[in-house]
Each structure stands twice: as C-alpha cells, then as structure tokens.
C-alpha cells in the first residue's frame, strides 16, 4: 500500500518509487488498479480518460518500446500532487529497433484514497548512440529493481 495525500517529503518519494516499480513491470491490467476508473490523461499528444483508455494506450506502448526500464525522481510536491522527472530506455519496434531514450515531467494529481486521478506526461525521445545503436546507455545490464544505483550524469537531471 502506497501513501495517501496529504504528501511528506518522504511519503512522496515513496510513491514515487512506487510508480517507478508498477510501471516497470509492464502490465497495463497490473498498472492502471492505481489510477481512478476516471483517470484523466495527457500523454505527449494524445488525450484519454478511464481504465480503459489507459489499458489500450499502455498496451500500445509497450507493444513498441521492447527492452523498457524507467527510473523516477520526485521533483516537488504540495498536499495531493507530485512533480516528477523521469528517464526510459528502449529499443523502438517501430523504427529498426533504435536505442532511444525518453527525458520527462510528469505531474500527478491523487484522490484521497492515493489513486492517481489526474495524470500529465511532456517527454522527448532521442536516439542513444550513433544511429541509435546503443552506445552510451545508462541502464545497460540493469534490470527494472536496480536502475537507482545508476548515476545520472550531470547535465541530464
């Protein structure tokens, strides 16, 4: 069980951890129990609300983002909302099996149960390595559980 709004310092990290842990399993059935069935979404481009539409957009994510691991930081925080920075590593099915790596912030918005009820990502991908080969990856050889000790190099937190 995760904490539940009104945040700490620490109890923010926590969830935040949280996050970085669900969504590195990759199960959209698994992640979206921690969203409201109403759950508002911006991710990127696209617009949804609901399980549903969460379940279809993470299916379709990760249906192209093979060798996914994701690492969260907590930002900032206030009462029930988190600021958060993040960094994914995958290799692109939809564009020759690239190396690329997404950069973001996410806001959250949460209920007083701690379910997420509001949810906005802006990220930008970029090719890791010449022609995205891979070269230079942060989490090469780490799996999804160890990708905290992975030092971010200065510059890119």
Known sequence: ??????????????KVKAGQALWNTQDPHTVVKAYTPDSIWRNRSEF?????????????????????VLRKELF??????????FWYEY?????????????????WTFDAEGKMKNR????????????GDGDGRWFEGIGPGEVDGVPIPEGHF
């Open 1 to 14: 069980m995760t904490p539940n709004p009104p945040f700490t310092q620490e109890s923010a990290h926590e």
């Open 48 to 68: 949804f609300v609901g399980h549903e539409s969460i379940i279809q957009f993470l299916q379709r994510k990760w249906a192209h983002e093979m060798s996914y």
């Open 76 to 85: 900032a925080f206030r009462e029930n909302k988190i600021a958060v920075q």
């Open 91 to 107: 290799q692109d099915a939809l564009d020759g099996m690239k190396w690329k790596r997404c950069y973001g912030i996410e806001h």
């Open 120 to 131: 906005m990502m802006s990220g930008n991908d970029v090719l890791i390595g010449p022609n």
